[in-house]
């Protein structure tokens, strides 16, 4: 019997709209339930803390060789950098594009703490303690310090889903970052299964080169304010039989270590 | 040599006391704030701990088939709830390793120390298969390999690691009550 209804459950879930009675029924226990996982979540930080570091230990020693390599080409680059920001500055002040790096005036951002976060390999979500109480609304931007983070995808009083960057139902309409005379190249920054982040649907014409900025481009449409910086290109891969490149991204966020986010809300 | 006694031979189980169904509710709640709170930052091997899953082997080895599917379909219910997941597929898988779990634990003949082990290893291993088998159907992407090597094979390892623990605490914490093996060899 309890299948059944486990089956039934899960047909009437998946079957009726976001204010049906088993949507209704989640959001008022997840009302009352919330509340003890931001407590749990608080209470055991410095655990979770104190496993990261040790986490980190272990891979500090790879990790070292990799940085060592990374500074020896951001001292190579430091020098071109410079020039480029220079007339990248003077460029954006005689198109106006200042204003586009900053969100825009009718923005609100709500800061939350990420209380849950989904276990299972096959989806990448994290539940946050701010909700429809708090202005939040399906399809708001998520971010943290590091970068973009996903976007609302289940609201709640007081708590709300977030698909996250990494999950393999998550598209962003995304920009390289600098761009050439032509503008920027644009594609969908999506995820997979396996955690890995790529830029697809770039045309195979465009110049992508390991190391530059993907950010979200802020279409018409997108739900993303433009200029949220995603990660940085890592590898190119172009075929000849191809329409696109194959471009992997590594996300600035380090989703394991998620806590609090802001909410992006208009 | 039989490792499996009839069903007639099993004990009659009575319900839950108020004081045991209390204790279970305890239990219940901690493994699912330990499971959507605590779990995701302990990855290992690239798997997470299922705490919940554990639980729920772990009650249903101590309390028996019909309190162990029930509290697998409440352990899937509430899970679902705080993840914001859809209901139903977490609850169908652990309403079966709650029942099954159970099952084994009135009428298998194994040493006590061994029992969790196995049957957290089997549960991991099912659960896992049937939770892919239904992200198949939902039209989602399941490589094999990923499934196999950073999914199944760390799992069965982590939850492997956790069970004798986690079966100590939960079984202090329920004082035993239930033990049928116990109940059984009296």
Redesign the interface.
């Known amino acids: 019997m ?2 059944l ?10 079957r009726e709209s976001d204010s049906g009675v ?1 949507h209704s029924v ?1 959001g008022a ?2 009302t009352v ?1 919330s509340p ?2 931001s407590g ?2 608080t209470a ?1 930080k410095p ?2 803390d104190a ?2 570091w040790v ?1 980190d230990l272990f891979s500090a020693k790879s990790q070292n060789k990799s940085l060592k390599k990374e500074v020896q080409q951001l001292r190579a680059g430091l020098a071109n950098e410079l020039t480029t920001q220079s007339e990248n500055d003077q460029l954006r002040a005689m198109l106006q594009f200042q204003k586009d790096h900053v969100f825009p005036k009718d923005v609100t951002l709500v800061t939350a703490r990420v ?9 990448s ?1 994290a ?1 946050i303690n701010a909700g429809s109480s708090a202005g939040v609304k399906v399809y708001d931007a998520v971010v943290n310090g590091q970068g973009l983070v996903g976007r609302v995808t ?1 609201v ?1 009083l007081n ?3 977030v698909l996250l960057v990494t999950d ?2 998550s598209f962003v309409d995304a920009m390289i970052e600098p761009g050439d005379a032509t503008g920027n190249a644009q594609g969908i920054v999506s995820g ?3 955690g890995d982040v790529t830029l697809e649907y770039v045309d195979k014409n465009e110049k992508v080169k390991v190391g530059q900025y993907v950010v979200t481009s802020g279409r018409n449409g997108s739900v993303f304010v433009r200029g949220i910086p995603i990660g940085v290109v890592e590898s190119v891969g172009a075929q000849e039989v191809e329409l696109y490149q194959s471009i992997a991204v590594k996300p600035f966020v380090d989703f ?2 998620l806590d609090i986010v802001q909410v992006i809300t208009r | 040599m039989s490792i499996i006694r009839p069903m007639k031979d099993a004990p009659e189980r009575s319900l839950p006391s108020g004081s045991e169904i209390a204790r279970l509710v305890v239990v219940l709640l901690v493994a699912v704030l330990l499971q959507t709170t605590v779990a995701p930052h302990l990855r290992l091997l690239g798997a997470y701990p299922d705490f919940a899953l554990i639980a729920v082997v772990c009650v249903a080895l101590l309390k028996g088939s019909e309190t162990g599917a029930l509290f697998g379909f409440l352990t899937g219910i509430l899970t679902a709830i705080a993840l914001m997941e859809p209901f139903g597929l977490s609850a169908f898988v652990f309403v079966l390793v709650g029942y099954f779990a159970g099952r084994y634990a009135e009428t298998a003949d194994l040493p006590a120390g061994f029992a969790p082990l196995l049957t957290v290893f089997v549960a991991t291993l099912v659960a896992n298969v049937l939770f892919a088998m239904a992200q198949f159907l939902l039209a989602r992407e399941v490589p094999l390999g990923f499934f196999l090597g950073r999914v199944l094979v760390p799992s069965l390892v982590f939850n492997t690691l956790l069970a004798a623990p986690l079966y100590l605490l939960v079984r202090a914490w329920l004082r035993g009550a239930g033990d049928l093996r116990a109940a059984a060899r009296a």
């Open positions: 309890l299948l209804l486990s089956v039934a459950l899960l047909t009437a879930y998946f088993a989640q226990v997840l339930v003890l996982q749990t979540a055991t655990f979770r496993w990261n986490g209380v849950a976060r989904s276990t299972s390999a096959w989806y979500t539940t289940k709640n708590a709300a889903q393999q139902q997979s299964v396996t394991r270590k």
